[in-house]
T-cell receptor, first 112, second 110 residues
Framework: DAKTTQPPSMDCAEGRAANLPCNHS???????VYWYRQIHSQGPQYIIH???NNETNEMASLIITEDRKSSTLILPHATLRDTAVYYC?????????????FGKGTRLSVIA | DAGITQSPRHKVTETGTPVTLRCHQT?????MYWYRQDPGHGLRLIHY???????DKGEVSDGYSVSRSKTEDFLLTLESATSSQTSVYFC?????????FGSGTRLTVV
């Protein structure tokens, strides 16, 4: 899996958009960008993934640059419950034999 | 997640004793994984399985063994527990790319 770089921590005011960046400059053409988050003491939770087009679901939006070397996860209206560690991972989709490799992620603190 | 059950949720054991952690899934997913999580290290892969009786080592497999005799169960065994294996252990399953994680087992080796 390609390596990713994320800032160690970020703060966001409650109700504002949280924009979490991720650099993946060595991503391969068949690798997707996945985002997971881990709320304190719980197992990681899948958020969203994408290949090259922007993606949106009920939890977040994923913006991938045209050269695919970086991406941004957007939580449009952050709440206190969004305080968590967010992991950006690149991997080939549907490749169970290539397990998820977690970095240290970004610790997002949503502040009231 | 309701589809994955880890047991026990908490365990305290003595150094040198064998310990088995169980992961049970009701999703019929092909792939199952064991991770450990320690402060400052994030999640690290211990072992994984890509089918019944098919397993492979992860990044931190020393001191651990696994077995998968049924699709729904993936067992992690510490043959002789050491204090360095004090950690939170997470099981995960996947089918088609997305992962689902269990709630974790907190293991303390004293």
């Amino acid at each position: 899996d390609a390596k990713t770089t994320q800032p160690p921590s970020m703060d966001c005011a409650e109700g504002r958009a949280a924009n979490l960046p991720c650099n993946h400059s060595t991503i391969s053409g068949n690798e997707y960008v996945y985002w997971y988050r881990q709320i304190h003491s719980q197992g990681p939770q899948y958020i969203i993934h994408g290949l090259k087009n922007n993606e949106t679901n009920e939890m977040a939006s994923l913006i991938i640059t045209e050269d695919r070397k970086s991406s941004t996860l957007i939580l449009p209206h952050a709440t206190l419950r969004d305080t968590a560690v967010y992991y950006c991972i690149v991997r080939v989709a549907n490749s169970g034999n290539t397990p998820l490799v977690f970095g240290k992620g970004t610790r997002l603190s949503v502040i009231a | 997640d309701a589809g994955i059950t880890q047991s026990p949720r908490h365990k305290v054991t003595e150094t040198g004793t064998p310990v088995t952690l169980r992961c049970h899934q009701t999703e019929n997913h092909r792939y199952m994984y064991w991770y450990r999580q320690d402060p400052g290290h994030g999640l690290r892969l211990i072992h994984y399985s890509y089918g019944v009786k098919d397993t492979d080592k992860g990044e931190v497999s020393d001191g651990y063994s696994v077995s998968r005799s049924k699709t729904e169960d993936f067992l992690l065994t510490l043959e002789s527990a050491t204090s360095s294996q004090t950690s939170v252990y997470f099981c995960a399953t996947s089918q088609g790319g997305g992962y689902t994680f269990g709630s974790g087992t907190r293991l303390t080796v004293v």
